[in-house]
Every structure is written in structure tokens, then in C-alpha cells.
């Protein structure tokens, strides 16, 4: 006899089962929506143009890809070409004197190269978001200039003559329009508000390149009000040393009792030149603190060697990589577009033209018939054949325009000229002026040595001993002030010639949303 078993199903694999399941309806239900979006995004893509955020990348290549010549009367002006192009900067006397003591000074508890406080400085600048929002707002008037490429809707109601029998009359009308041909209109709108977006960019590298400038500049007088400090606080110890030895001396009877006290005017007038140092580094420090958004007295900062390598003093420019070049570039194609545009503006424009409407409490006014829908579709020209000489009156605005732009390139070109050949003058003649200094070092150094030896034997007065002090204090306050000057200098170089993204790596980097491609 055969026994029949029950069937039975597991608990495992019951949820295995309908896991599967929940997968499968998941999976499903995924397609479904990725295929609805993609109808949604075709559909979109032919009534409006599609989101663009290729502006937020500056393709260095596409920006700087234009050759710069100056006009002809430019010539005759002197050019960057020098007898100093090709040599090497000899910056032999910039000395890191006084910086390595404080790279290993306890309170100093964090390090920073200028190229990284550059970084953290153009990420969180409110000037450089103002320069992007502007540029993502004319970004958005491209897609208002594409528009013209697509279907226009209008939707309206009239109603009946309120003088008339048909006064409660309401018709609800809907038209279409698609541009068929303009002969370029349109396109040379898109174009126009193309080269605006290059200014914009432009206008973006500009202000990075203007904030990297601003902080490696401040960077740079901090650590030279820190320098010229520390020699404040050694004059201070060194004028005061000299008054204890007059006040010792006095006392004792064997110099005047009024040593001491041009002594002390001394040391007092010290101490008064080591609070303005401090006040003017306190000042610094806090314009730092302002472009970094931390405290900065406990930081130590560094100047990287590449600071001078990379910033090709010595190098042509390239004119095209200049955000002032680039901007000027720009509009000019700017000019030339809206003049292209406004000589376009006198053709026609023919489109395809399509309405429906239909009448509510009364005749529909193109049938006749009561509550009744009427639809039709046509060929539409319209031309601006007449405006009184406005067209042409623009057409020579847009001209003038252009000349206007292409003089302000000119003048960038010439003003970038003067700073670079200011600039390596100004390196050049304050390189010889440090070894002069160096010079007045040594001997002020030897002269005060003697004229100590000399006070102590009555030989010399302790007027001529506090003179040769102050000025050997002076003599490395002066060097240290050009040594930074020459730093300072390069700073500016950098900054005119466009090399602030190179120097400070900022390329291919995202700053507030906003990347570089060299």
C-alpha cells in the first residue's frame, strides 16, 4: 500500500523565494523608470535646450587659443625683449637668514608653503564665488539665446467688444511658432553670449589670480615684519646692554653721568621702533587670518624655492594665458558678434505658425458658429525692414565697440610690458643693493666691536657707541626690507604674467566648483 506525502515548503526557502521575487519586481520597476526618464529627457531635449555645465571648466586650450599682435605704432615702443632674456635671476643674495631659527621654534606649531595657503585661501574667498555665480548667470543666457531654436507657446483669452451684443463673448486661444530659417540669427546670438561666457571665465581666472596675488603678498610681509622684528628686540637687548655698562660706569666714576642718560633715550627710541614693527606684523597677521579663516601667529610659513624658478622672470610672457589678455580677447568676439547680429537683424525670419481656439458664451469669431474650436497652421515672414536708422546707428555702435576693445587690448599689452620691465629692473638694482648692505653689515658689525673696546678705554664717547649700534641694526633691518622686496617683486610678476596657477598649483583643481584645464 503507498502512503502520499503532503507537500511542504520550507521556511528558507519560502523568503528565498520571495526575495527573488522582490528583486525581480525591484529590478523591473528600476527599468521601467530608467526608461521613463529617458523619455523625459528626449522629450525635453527637443521643446529646450539642455542643462550645460561645461562653464564651471576653463579649457585653458580653447581660452588661449589666439595669437596676440600688437598694432603697428606699438612698435616703436620698447618691447619685453632685453639684453637680460635668457640669463638666469641671479638671486645669490637671498638669503633664508632668520628662518631657519624658527622652523624648529616650539611655539610654532603648524608649517605652511605659500603655494598651500594660496589653495585655502582662493577655496573660500567670497570674491572668487561672486566672479562664478556671474559666470554661471551668463552661462543661463546662452540657454536663453538657444531658445529661439526651439517651439514657442502662447496661450491667451479675449473676450467679445464690451460695447457690442457680444460682450460676454470668451475665446481661449493657444499658438505655437517654430522658427524655421533666420539667416543666422539666432546662432549669432548664441555666439555673442559664447564669447560673454569667455569673458566671464576669464573674469574668473582673474580673480583667483588676484587672491593668490593678495595672499602671497601678505604672506610675504609677515615673514618680513617677523624678521625686522626679531632685529628690533636685538636692538632693544644690545642698546640696553650699552646703557648698563654706561650706568655701571657712571656710578663708578669713570665716565659722565650723562652717558647713561643718552643711554637710556636710546634704548627708549629702540623700544618705540619695536612696537611699531610689531604693530605693523599684528596688522598683517590679521589680514592673513582674514584670507585664511584661521589664527596665523603660531603658523610658520615658508617660501618654496620653485617660487623663483617657476615664475620665468627672465622668459617672454605669454600673452595668451593672461586673464587680462584672454578678457580682452573675449570682447573683442563679443564686438564682432552683436555687430554680425545687428546687420542680421534687417532679413527676415520665416516660421511655422499653428493656433487653436475655441470660443466660450458666444461665436467663435473666425466660424461663426456658437462654442465653436477653429485650428490652423501657416508660414509666417517677418522682417524689421524699417526702424527709422536704428539698425545702422547700431551696426556703428557695434563698430565703435570693437575698436574700443581692441585699443583695451593694446593698452594690457603695453601695461603688461612696464610691470615686467619695471619689475626686473627693480630685481636687478635691489640685488646689487643687498650686497652693498651686506657690506655696511660686516663693517658697522666691526666698527661697533671697536667702538666698544674704545668706550671702555675712554677713547670714545658712548654717543659714537650707541651711533654704531643703530647702525648696524639698521644696516640688517635695510637688507632684510630688500631681501623681501625682491620676494615681493617676483609676487607681482607672477601675478601679471599669469603664472599664479603654475606657481601656486591651482590647475586642475576644483576651487569653489570651478576647475582649470591647462
Known amino acids: 500500500m503507498c502512503e502520499t506525502k503532503n507537500p511542504s515548503i520550507s521556511l528558507k526557502n519560502l523568503s528565498t523565494f520571495l526575495g527573488l521575487t522582490v528583486c525581480m519586481h525591484t529590478s523591473i520597476y528600476a527599468q521601467d523608470l530608467g526608461y521613463l526618464n529617458n523619455i523625459k529627457n528626449s522629450v525635453q531635449s527637443l521643446i529646450k535646450p539642455q542643462d550645460d555645465q561645461s562653464y564651471k571648466t576653463a579649457q585653458m586650450q580653447q581660452l588661449t587659443n589666439f595669437q596676440f599682435k600688437p598694432d603697428a605704432e606699438l612698435n616703436e615702443l620698447p618691447v619685453i625683449e632685453s639684453s637680460i632674456i635668457g640669463r638666469k635671476a641671479p638671486f645669490n643674495n637671498l638669503y633664508t637668514e632668520g628662518l631657519a631659527k624658527s622652523v624648529n621654534d616650539p611655539r610654532n606649531n603648524r608649517q605652511f608653503s605659500i603655494d598651500n595657503a594660496v589653495q585655502i585661501a582662493v577655496k573660500r574667498n567670497p570674491a572668487i564665488a561672486e566672479s562664478i555665480a556671474t559666470l554661471a548667470s551668463q552661462n543661463a543666457n546662452i540657454d536663453v539665446a538657444k531658445a529661439g531654436y526651439y517651439p514657442q507657446l502662447q496661450a491667451g483669452m479675449n473676450t467679445g467688444d464690451f460695447t457690442a451684443s457680444d460682450k460676454g463673448r470668451q475665446v481661449y486661444s493657444i499658438q505655437a511658432n517654430q522658427r524655421l530659417y533666420d539667416f543666422g540669427k539666432v546662432e549669432s546670438s548664441v555666439n555673442t553670449q559664447q564669447n560673454k561666457l569667455a569673458v566671464e571665465q576669464a573674469n574668473v581666472l582673474g580673480s583667483i589670480d588676484e587672491i593668490a596675488a593678495q595672499t602671497a603678498r601678505t604672506i610675504l610681509r609677515v615673514l618680513r615684519y617677523q624678521a625686522t622684528v626679531k632685529i628690533a628686540q636685538d636692538q632693544v637687548t644690545g642698546v640696553s646692554r650699552l646703557y648698563e655698562i654706561a650706568r655701571l660706569r657712571a656710578n663708578a666714576g669713570i665716565s659722565s653721568n650723562a652717558d647713561p642718560v643718552q643711554a637710556q633715550s636710546y634704548v627708549e627710541y629702540s623700544k618705540s621702533y619695536l612696537i611699531s614693527q610689531q604693530n605693523f606684523l599684528s596688522q598683517e597677521q590679521q589680514k592673513l587670518k582674514t584670507l585664511l579663516g584661521f589664527e596665523v601667529d603660531r603658523v610658520h610659513f615658508t617660501i618654496p624655492d620653485e617660487l623663483v624658478s617657476k615664475s620665468g622672470l627672465y622668459d617672454t610672457p605669454t600673452m595668451n594665458t593672461i586673464p587680462a589678455m584672454i578678457a580682452a580677447q573675449a570682447e573683442i568676439e563679443v564686438a564682432k558678434s552683436q555687430k554680425k547680429q545687428t546687420e542680421l537683424s534687417r532679413y527676415p525670419t520665416i516660421s511655422l505658425v499653428g493656433s487653436v481656439n475655441k470660443a466660450l458664451n458666444g461665436k467663435n469669431p473666425n466660424t461663426g458658429i456658437e462654442n465653436d474650436s477653429d485650428s490652423s497652421i501657416s508660414i509666417s515672414m517677418s522682417s524689421n525692414f524699417y526702424q527709422g536708422g536704428a539698425v545702422g546707428s547700431q551696426v556703428k555702435a557695434a563698430g565703435f565697440a570693437e575698436q574700443a ?88 610678476y607672477i601675478h601679471v604674467t599669469g603664472k599664479s596657477r603654475d606657481v ?15
Do not use: C, W
Not at 423 to 441: F, G, H, P, T
Not at 446 to 453: A, S, V
Open 504 to 518: 601656486y598649483h591651482l590647475n586642475n583643481t576644483k576651487i569653489q566648483g570651478f576647475e582649470i584645464q591647462p
Open 405 to 492: 576693445a581692441r585699443s583695451k587690448l593694446n593698452a594690457i599689452y603695453l601695461n603688461i610690458l612696464d610691470s615686467t620691465r619695471t619689475a626686473r629692473e627693480n630685481i636687478e638694482n635691489m640685488n646689487k643693493q643687498i650686497s652693498v648692505l651686506q657690506d655696511r653689515e660686516s663693517s658697522t658689525a666691526k666698527t661697533r666691536e671697536l667702538y666698544e673696546e674704545q668706550y671702555k678705554l675712554g677713547k670714545r664717547s658712548i654717543l659714537d657707541l650707541l651711533s654704531s649700534a643703530q647702525s648696524f641694526h639698521s644696516s640688517r633691518a635695510e637688507r632684510e626690507s630688500a631681501r623681501y622686496d625682491i620676494y615681493d617683486t617676483v609676487a607681482v
